[in-house]
C-alpha cells in the first residue's frame, strides 16, 4: 500500500460526535446529511465529508484537544462525522456544531472498497507505523470520505486515511 506523509490543512468542519456502539454510527451521520441537504452543500469538491476516529488508547491528555477520551474502557466507540463548510453552522435541530479540524502533519493512504473493513487503516497501523520511525501525535485518524452518497457501491468507496504523526 502507498503511503506518503502529507500536511493536511486546518478545515473548518460542521460535525457532530458519536460516542456509543459502533452499530449506531450510522443513526448519527445520517442526522449530519439531513442537515447537509436541508443546507444544499451537495458539491463534494466543496463541502467534504471526514470522520474523525477516534483510537482506542487515545486519551484526552494526549494533545488531541477537549474530549478525546473515546471511552474505550467501556465498550463504546468514539467518531466525530464532519462536513467541511465556508460558512457559520447555526444552531440546529440535530446538534450539529461548528468545529475545526488542526492543521497537522499525516501519513496518507488510500482505500478502495468497503468502509466496513478499511485495509489502510490496518495497514498503516499494523505494518507501516512499526517500520517507520514515527510516532502519533494524539489526534483522532482523518477519514475522507472521497465518494458518498446511496449510489456509491461499496466496492467503489474511496476512503483517504490519514494518520496524525508527531
Known amino acids: 500500500m502507498k503511503v506518503?506523509?502529507?500536511e493536511f490543512p486546518q478545515t473548518p468542519v460542521a460535525m457532530i460526535s458519536h460516542?456509543?456502539?459502533?452499530a449506531g454510527e450510522h443513526d448519527s451521520a445520517m442526522k449530519?446529511?439531513?442537515?447537509?441537504?436541508?443546507?444544499?452543500?451537495?458539491?463534494?469538491?466543496?463541502?467534504r465529508s471526514y470522520g474523525l476516529h477516534h483510537l482506542p488508547d487515545q486519551?484526552?491528555?494526549?494533545?488531541?484537544?477537549?474530549?478525546?477520551?473515546?471511552?474505550?474502557?467501556?465498550?463504546?466507540?468514539?467518531?466525530?462525522?464532519?462536513?467541511?463548510?465556508?460558512?457559520a453552522v447555526a444552531p440546529n435541530e440535530w446538534g450539529i456544531i461548528e468545529s475545526v479540524i488542526?492543521?497537522?502533519r499525516c501519513a496518507l493512504?488510500?482505500?478502495?472498497?468497503?468502509?466496513?473493513?478499511?485495509?489502510?487503516?490496518?495497514?498503516?497501523?499494523?505494518?507501516?507505523?512499526?517500520?517507520?520511525g514515527e510516532s502519533l501525535s494524539g489526534l483522532p485518524m482523518i477519514f475522507h470520505y472521497v465518494n458518498?452518497?446511496?449510489s456509491v457501491k461499496a466496492e467503489d468507496m474511496i476512503t483517504d486515511v490519514y494518520l496524525p504523526l508527531r
Request: proline share 4%; hydrophobic share 35%; with cysteine.
Open 19 to 22: 460516542r456509543g456502539s459502533s
Open 109 to 132: 493512504a488510500r482505500d478502495i472498497g468497503s468502509r466496513m473493513d478499511n485495509q489502510a487503516v490496518k495497514s498503516l497501523l499494523q505494518n507501516w507505523l512499526p517500520q517507520s
Open 102 to 104: 488542526p492543521a497537522c
Open 4 to 6: 506518503s506523509i502529507v
Open 148 to 150: 458518498v452518497g446511496p
Open 32 to 47: 449530519l446529511v439531513q442537515w447537509k441537504l436541508q443546507h444544499k452543500l451537495l458539491d463534494q469538491s466543496r463541502f
Open 59 to 87: 486519551a484526552a491528555d494526549k494533545g488531541a484537544g477537549k474530549g478525546t477520551d473515546n471511552g474505550a474502557d467501556n465498550g463504546e466507540s468514539r467518531v466525530d462525522f464532519c462536513l467541511s463548510i465556508e460558512e
